[in-house]
């Protein structure tokens, strides 16, 4: 069961509320309650009926595309007068929400990361009204961006965090971690046929020592040896608008023009296909965003290999316009 579900139930359980506040661009997953909640794709929604109530949607600080021309450390203010001026005031009275829910990167929407500031004052707001702020690191967590998990960059400590992908190397496992004040399940409140299956916990134990001994720092410093083989990238390339993210989470944003910023997902996914035939897995993200989400134990050498196939597949498409 993606832990998602168990967050949802988790929030309305220990607040006694059912409303919940998610942000547009963000990914939850495909199961009838985290579905609501995703705001990624109308695709993954379409043809499935009506999903949970109670829920609204705001946007997510995308600094690159900033409404409001801020940087990457300020951009999301008016976001967060949003939530208080109008969502708080004219939708749903705080108290009766359970729960925010938010991706401190967003995998799916496009390897966004949520400024600091935001991410902090989203934890005081929730905070202030006994609301559970709730953090999805399904795709960031598990050492990927050198820490355990990408909101300790913030400094924040969620009410509940979900994590699942890399917490067993593949096996499948999902998991909400919560405050023991929070997790207070009365027996038989909570659980699932495939919790707790002794071969997955066995693999996310073996993982667990793993990252910590040393594929979390290995996270950090490949990492940062990729984001300086790619610093100069939006200066070398017409078609490079951004390149942005944290240890092994890397996005590149592919536009037709720097200036307008428009969108080019059809040179983004002839780039995908290209590497593939270089032997070089990548996947899009967002509509028009290249991922870098290599796996933990990658060494330099095959860091190097996937800059130099890259390197060659966007030169490539760069012809094409
Ligand atoms: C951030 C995030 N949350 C949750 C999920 C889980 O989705 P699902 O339950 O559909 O596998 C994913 C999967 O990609 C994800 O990236």
Redesign the pocket.
Known sequence: M?P?EGAIKLARYATKRDKLIAFYGC?????MG?LSLTASKSTQRKGFGALLGGIEHIPYPYAYRCAHGHTAETCGAEILEQLEGQIFKRLFDPEDVAGIII?PIQ??GGYVSAPKFFLQELQRICRQHGIMFIV?E??SGMGRTGKWWACEHAGVEPDIL?S??GIASGMPLGAIIAKESVMRWKPGSHGTTFGGNPVCLAAALATMDLIEDEYMENARVMGEHLAGRLADWTKKFKIVGDVRGRGLMIGIEIVRDQRTKEKAADLRNAIVDAAFHKGLLVLGAGENTIRLSPPLLIDQEQADFAVRMLEDCVREAEKKI
């Open positions: 993606s998602v990914f939850h997953g495909r199961s985290a991706e995998g799916e999805d399904v795709q979900c699942a992908k």
